[in-house]
């Protein structure tokens, strides 16, 4: 291939891969439109380290779990109990398909973490949130945003 050709094809690449990334910011912003702000007790710091341990800040992260089941988007809902993806058995408890999950806008992830978070044991449904943000100093995660 020519380097005329390949120079704009591999930076269209690099912005699509990109794009799942959200910035932590960015998302802190999102998030606090929603009211997730104090939503159920837990502050925006708290949902930010839920995202980044889940899924790295990817809001098209998919992974496969050993069961069948898989986990997707930002905050890794899994499609055992929560979403449909029409490939293993789901309870389907927030009435939505995993694909919804992906979507950058957000709106689908948040719906659906609003369900989970308020039921008993709150974040801790997520065990990576109660590994690893539980109890900690939390505070970073917000700083420098303009929300
Ligand atoms: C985000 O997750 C998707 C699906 O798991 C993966 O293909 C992609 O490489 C990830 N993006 C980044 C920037 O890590």
């Known amino acids: 291939m020519t380097r ?4 704009p094809l591999v ?20 998030l606090h439109q929603e009211d997730l702000d104090g939503f159920e007790g ?7 380290c839920l995202a980044y341990i889940e899924s790295n800040f990817n809001i098209s992260k ?6 069948g ?7 890794q809902i899994n499609s055992h ?18 694909q919804d999950l992906l979507n ?3 709106f689908s992830s948040i719906r659906c973490a609003k369900m989970i978070v308020s039921r008993a044991g709150g974040l801790d449904n997520w065990i990576e949130w ?3 943000c539980a109890g900690r100093p939390l505070y970073y995660w917000t700083t420098g945003c303009r929300l």
Request: hydrophobic residues 35%; proline residues 1%; aromatic residues 14%.
């Open 4 to 7: 005329e050709l390949l120079i």
């Open 11 to 30: 930076s269209c690449l690099f912005v699509i891969n990109q794009a799942s990334l959200i910035h932590r910011c960015d998302l802190a912003k999102v």
């Open 42 to 48: 837990y502050s925006l710091s708290d949902w930010l």
């Open 62 to 67: 998919v992974y496969e779990n050993a069961d």
């Open 69 to 75: 089941s898989s986990d997707y988007g930002l905050f």
């Open 81 to 98: 109990y929560w979403c449909n993806d029409y490939k293993s058995h789901s309870e389907n408890l927030c009435r939505m398909e995993c």
């Open 104 to 106: 950058p806008d957000l």
């Open 130 to 132: 109660k590994l690893h």
